[in-house]
């Protein structure tokens, strides 16, 4: 931080100057080192994070989750307007006009201030990346000077629905639109907001575009004055008044064209709210969606002379300061659903003052506040997903979720979220300190994109003036990549010398993104030797379904090796989309005899009361083998004896290991691939290696049932835990994912282990 010497100090005696310094180096060391410090930088950088999570329309994905992919591509096709894109609102996938609208401009309103701790830290690009996202929204919802189109989807129906953006397929309604017959001011104008503020911040970066944000601006500011009026939201977000947002239009246009014209319409606005010099108006609420005249009375202070402004600008930070309702253990709290919104936004306005002001008391109560948010309050706790210690584990959003409460899985939002929702500000705790991290409790754990502004804002504030020398983490990857996406977990639930019964449990756990896979199914093969030793047959074993979650089939039994007496049954779910996980349980038996034995069962290896991953039950699409390893189809040789001999040696391994290379499905510029390896040798694989090599441009993407590694046009792929070894006459397959840039050959040469494979087309 640079502390300035005004020019009164050279005035003084050398002692006074050097006394006064000194005290002013104490302070500032108090604040940079405090025994409460935390790595601003780094909650600075995942809270811009948390949009890339909330992000919605075709390019969803594109950016540094990959867990996230395209949805909601048809929004708009109702009124036959291309309305993808913009921000889902909280935890569920709503595009709402006031809360978009707000968050899009005290967004822009951060970055304006504190450009500077933006670009040092990195985060420009991010950042600006987000803003475009929602003025690209607002220009495609701005349809002709007086038509603003600004919610996309039903409340009442989406929440109704738990799974993640990708999945969800039911219509959804452009539900409202400005127009002169239906105005929505407070939507219009803080959207105007926010184009204003994009021609500010992107000007030198494509002045066309700015320009074009800027025009929509004046004109979408126009058409929210001229037709007044307040918008709706279904019942979610009701305004009660639309002057604090034509006031922060009004704010932001001035500043990017320097129209006086605009200061005097605020200053209308004012008079039409009463709010004059001699009436003693106090403003006690904060920055929010509802209510943005925090913001609108900080900038006016800073870019107008009228002391009522600065009066009242002030005396709301003074209030907070002193005399705003505090939990025990020091936060302000001011609203017991999603407190934190608040406190951040009120410390996001403390700094942006502080840096026109240099009072420190709001740089310290920002501090205090911001520092309880991050870790030092009763808890220990951070209240930022994915920063510091004890943070939430549960917020309330359908994407980070990943589970899908919704036919045919059985999952349930309270299951472990799938992913982590970095940087996310939870609703923070109730007034007595105490937190519930709990998925359900939305006054808690609900996030939001208006949540996270004020408190992206914030961090920028306290990055700039107290990340020096900090640096963000790298985010890590918080996908578990050894689990298969297509499996199996089965356990046995009863067996004895008559029958067994098996559960098994089908998954689809596809998360970089998530999509449904249609027509699954699995296999378990049994061993009925013991049956025609004593003179029976297959038929004799009789198949039954105990339970078979959402219409799930089992099969007769269908021979695998007739020569080795090799059978299995097949699970399926034909023409249903599944995503993750539908059970079914059966049972194999012959009440008749006391001679079933499970031992011999291929499937049944390694089965036990727990469920658990088990390869021995392979997993199917279309009846193609996605997972899993199948018993041999030829006949099982009958042992020759021999006689011993003195030599320790073992007996060369002949025989072939090939690699089936399956291009499965192809679009533009990728591809999904599954690799199957057979291992027709005389000796079981352990351990195996896999190498080829691509031409340049050829780049693995997501991938399952292996761990790849890739370096350069060299792609090695290995075994994970419970498909290490590949006995004789039996395969493994895994897949991926592939990236190319429009050439995609196939590969023309595999090595296993240093052995060179058969390719089988």
Known sequence: MKIKLKNKFRKKPLIIILITFIIIQATLLLHIFGANNFNYTDAFAKSILYYEASWCGPDAGENRLPWRGPCHIEDGADVGIDLTGGFHDAGDHVKFGQPQAYTASTLGWAYYEFKDAFIEKGQDEYMLNILKH?????????????????????????????????????????????????????????????????????????????????????????????????????????????????????????????????????????????????????????????????????????????????????????????????????????????ALRYTAAECMMALVHYKYTDNEDYLDFSKEQIDYILGDNPRNSSYVVGFGENYPQNPHHRASSGRYEWQPAIEHKSDPQRHLLY??????????????????????????????????????????????????????????????????????????????????????????????????????????????????????????????AFDGKLSELKPWNEAANIYYVEGSWPNIDIYGNVELQFALSNYNTDVWDSS???????????KAISERVPVYQNGELLFGSEPSQTEVPTPTPTSPTSTTSSPPITGDIHVNYNVRSEWEDGATIQLTITNNTTASISGWKLVWDYIEGQTIDEFWSSIFT????????????????????????????LKHTGQNPLPTSFELNGIQCVIDQ
């Open 134 to 338: 929602f003025t690209d929204y607002f220009l495609k919802s701005y349809v002709d000077d007086t038509t603003f189109y600004y919610q996309c989807g039903d409340g009442s129906v989406d929440h109704a629905y738990w799974g993640p953006p990708e999945l969800q397929s039911y219509d959804r309604p452009t539900l409202f639109v400005a127009t002169p017959e239906t105005p929505a001011s407070e939507m219009c104008a803080s959207a105007a907001a926010a184009l204003a503020q994009m021609y500010l911040n992107y000007n030198d970066i494509d002045a066309e575009y700015a320009e074009k944000c800027l025009t929509a601006a004046e004109k979408l500011y126009d058409f929210a004055n001229t037709y007044r009026g307040l918008g709706e939201s279904g019942g979610f977000y009701g305004s009660t008044n639309y002057l604090d947002e034509l006031c922060w239009g009004a704010v932001w246009l001035n500043i990017a064209t320097g129209d006086s014209s605009y200061i005097d319409d605020v200053d209308s606005f004012m008079l039409e709210k009463n709010i004059t010099q001699e009436n003693d108006y106090s403003n006690h609420w904060t920055h929010c969606w509802e209510d943005v005249y925090g913001g609108v009375f900080i900038k006016l202070a800073h870019i107008t002379d009228n002391p009522l402004y600065k009066k009242v600008a002030e005396e709301n930070l003074n209030y907070y300061l002193t005399d705003a309702p505090r939990t025990p253990g020091g936060v302000v709290y001011i609203n017991s659903w999603g």
């Open 423 to 548: 940087g996310a500000l939870v609703g923070g705790p109730d007034s007595n300190d105490e937190y519930t991290d709990d998925v359900e409790e939305y006054a808690y754990s609900e996030v939001a994109i208006d949540y996270n502004a004020g408190f992206v804002g914030a961090m920028a504030g306290m990055t700039e003036y107290f990340g020096e020398g900090q640096t963000a983490e790298e985010t890590p990857g918080i996908e578990d990549l050894s689990i298969p996406v297509n499996y199996a977990d089965a356990k046995v639930m009863e067996e004895d010398s008559e029958h067994v019964t098996i559960d098994v449990f089908m998954h689809n756990e596809t998360i970089l993104p998530p999509h449904f896979y249609n027509n699954l199914s699995f296999r378990y093969f049994v061993d009925l030797s013991e049956y025609y030793e004593i003179g029976m047959t297959a038929d004799d074993v009789t198949p039954m379904l105990n339970y078979g």
């Open 600 to 610: 011999n069962d291929f499937s049944y290896q390694g089965l036990t009361a727990e």
């Open 710 to 737: 890739q370096e350069g046009t060299t792609v090695t792929a290995q075994g994970l835990n419970w498909n290490l070894s590949i006995p004789v006459d039996e395969s493994v397959s895994f897949g991926f994912n």
